[in-house]
């Protein structure tokens, strides 16, 4: 492992290149959260359709209009605008709800919301709260009808949202700001896996393998090393964050260090094809930074995908970049991790490639 611990000391020796690769990032991504001034993105945005249409469905109509920005949506367009995130929570209250509730009968709204997220919690609460305080009277009352509506004009002040839990969440701010630190990991690994060059110009590649180790052995270690390195700067700029910004990053922070811990292979593989491609360091860095910036912005580092157009979404699925900000997008979203199986299977199959393209690359040198 002497190849191994070579890279690393000679990565981390320098003051310069750890203020480059930790704290200028912190610095700049701290700057770009603090600069993004986004309360609209923790409205919550809701759906009602009443097939009851009685006093005591607008009475609910009514109490959710004060919680939430209210939207339109056809009973057939619920999935989509639940699943690509138009809509937090979708009620559909059902025909001949209130002569249920008047009769005693045990009915239930229907609501939609996204698997496993926090975002509609709130919405739900209410909802059920101010059904079964309904019920409650009801059966109180026997069903009068007219008393019914009376104690219900004075239901809805008794029942309170909790607003922490969805005003604290900036998601806008989060992916924004975890999109510049994708793009700040990319041009880091382009950096330090040009290390690679530097021993070709110095000859010290070509002693390195002509000594008793394999080309193999020699690039695997190499490899090893950056994505060490690679990895320590994803979860110090994420914790940095995290402590002094506060960023929102899903429901479990492990989730989000998994996504840049994929982020960390693709970086790396991806400096190491472009290195593999380049004569010098020069080269290599004007190549990766003029590949980084379309690659990025396709990809949905400066802006959510859902807001490109069908053709830029459409040559970003060509990219690492574009799988890895869905998955960030999903895990503020509060998805599963067996959400982001799809998104994880295409980064690997892109850094196996990049992986590919740069070791050959070196065989090809070699020989």
């Not at 496993?116 to 709130?122: A, E, V």
Request: charged share 20%.
């Amino acid at each position: 492992m002497t190849v191994f611990r070579n890279t690393l000391k000679r990565i981390m020796k320098s003051k310069l290149q750890f203020a480059a690769l930790i704290i200028t990032p912190v610095i700049f991504l701290v700057l770009i959260a603090y600069s993004i001034n986004s309360d609209k993105s923790s409205t919550l945005k809701a759906a009602i359709i009443d097939n009851d249409r009685t006093a005591f469905s607008a009475m609910l109509m009514k109490g959710m209009e004060n919680k939430a920005n209210i939207s339109e949506v056809k009973i057939d367009g619920i999935r989509k605008s639940v699943v690509n995130g138009e809509i937090d929570y979708v009620l559909v209250i059902p025909e001949n709800f209130t002569a249920s509730i008047l009769e005693g009968e045990d009915r239930q709204l229907e609501g939609y919301f996204l698997k496993n997220s926090i975002r509609s919690l709130t919405l739900q609460r209410y909802t059920e709260a101010f059904i079964a305080s309904a019920k409650t009277i009801a059966n109180a009352l026997d069903g009068d009808e007219k008393n019914f509506y009376e104690a219900l004009s004075k239901l809805d002040r008794g029942i309170k949202m909790e607003y922490q839990t969805v005003g604290q969440i900036d998601r806008l701010k989060s992916y924004t700001t975890l999109g510049m630190m994708l793009m700040f990991m990319l041009m880091s690994s382009i950096f330090f896996t040009t290390l690679i060059l530097q021993d070709r110009e110095n000859k010290t590649f070509y002693r390195s393998i002509s000594a008793p180790i394999s080309l193999k052995s020699f690039m695997l270690q190499n490899i090893f090393a950056f994505l060490i390195v690679s990895v320590l700067q994803s979860t110090l700029l994420l914790l940095s964050l995290r402590l002094i910004v506060g960023l929102y990053m899903g429901d479990a922070i492990l989730k989000m260090h998994l996504i840049f811990v994929l982020a960390s292979i693709a970086s790396v593989s991806f400096g190491i094809a472009v290195s593999s491609f380049s004569k010098n360091v020069m080269q290599a860095c004007f190549t990766g930074l003029f590949i980084v910036f379309p690659m990025t912005f396709l990809g949905g580092c400066w802006w959510n995908n859902k807001h490109s157009t069908e053709m830029i979404r459409a040559i970003g699925k060509f990219t690492p970049v574009y799988w890895l900000m869905e998955s960030v997008d999903k895990v503020l979203n509060e998805q599963a991790l067996s959400a982001l199986l799809g998104e994880i299977v295409m980064v690997l199959i892109f850094s196996a490639v990049f992986f590919m393209f740069g070791t050959w690359r070196r065989s090809d040198i070699a020989r």
